[in-house]
């Protein structure tokens, strides 16, 4: 079946735009992850959505980075007014559950982001 | 808080060789197990998991991995490796619905 998706593969924008990223996570999985990975770095998880459940924010770095989900499906994330350094591989993961023996992460292919 | 180091950014390793990647982790909770692997331009796909049960764990492609609670680890081996082990391999821990990814380890097979 379809795995998760993401748009747009790559995204070029200037310093001070907002940027929208997209996730299509695999249907009828209820958990779904955005992390960012820097050039060299691990990945980094930035939220995560469980449901109907209030979204698990803490690890956002600032407060332009907001994200929603909408119908418990699609996801999106958006960066406001970005940065140089909010250049990366921001990258959407899918899971059936958070807990049990379902607790595996499908990830998509991930969005490139440079900021100019 | 929970984090993961790997301490080997890069292996590089002949074919048929034997390789270990290394993972340590901290955490003052129970935490699930996990081993990712990225191949060249690819996403990250899951190679193998502990989440309880017998600590030693098989993967895909030959790949297996040791729970040591004691030695907080979880390394990675596979007996002879292939050319097409050439990846990246992210070692992460997962509690309370969050993961912590390791900064990944690059296994460069050479013929």
């Known amino acids: 079946g379809a795995g998760v998706s993401q748009s747009p593969s790559n995204k070029v924008t200037e310093k001070g735009k907002d940027v929208e990223l997209r996730c299509d996570p695999i249907?009828?999985?209820?958990?779904l992850y955005w992390y960012r990975q820097s050039l060299g770095q691990g990945l980094e998880f930035l939220i995560y959505?469980?449901?109907?459940?209030?979204?698990?924010k803490s690890g956002l770095p600032s407060d332009r980075f907001s994200a929603e989900r909408t119908g418990g499906s699609v996801s999106t994330l958006t960066i406001q007014r970005t940065q140089q350094e909010d250049s990366a591989v921001y990258l959407c993961?899918?899971?059936?559950?958070?807990?049990?023996?379902?607790?595996?992460?499908?990830f998509g292919p991930g969005t490139r982001l440079t900021v100019t | 808080a929970q984090s993961v180091t790997q301490l080997d950014s890069q292996v590089p390793v002949f074919e048929e060789a034997p390789v270990e990647l290394r993972c340590n982790y901290s955490?003052?909770?129970?935490?699930?197990l996990f081993w990712y692997v990225q191949y060249p331009n690819q996403g990250l796909q899951l190679l193998l998991k502990?989440?309880?049960?017998?600590?030693l764990v098989k993967g895909i492609n030959g790949f297996e991995a040791e729970f040591n609670k004691s030695q907080t680890s979880f390394h990675l081996r596979k007996p002879s490796v292939h050319i097409s082990d050439t990846a990246e391999y992210f070692c992460?821990?997962?509690?309370?619905?969050?993961?912590?990814f390791g900064s990944g380890t690059k296994l460069n097979v050479k013929p």
């Open positions: 993961a899918s899971s059936l559950a958070s807990t049990g023996s379902s607790y595996e992460q499908y």
């Open positions: 249907s009828g999985h209820t958990a």
């Open positions: 959505f469980q449901g109907n459940s209030a979204p698990d």
């Open positions: 955490s003052s909770v129970s935490v699930y």
């Open positions: 502990y989440l309880s049960g017998s600590t």
């Open positions: 992460a821990v997962g509690a309370f619905n969050k993961f912590y």
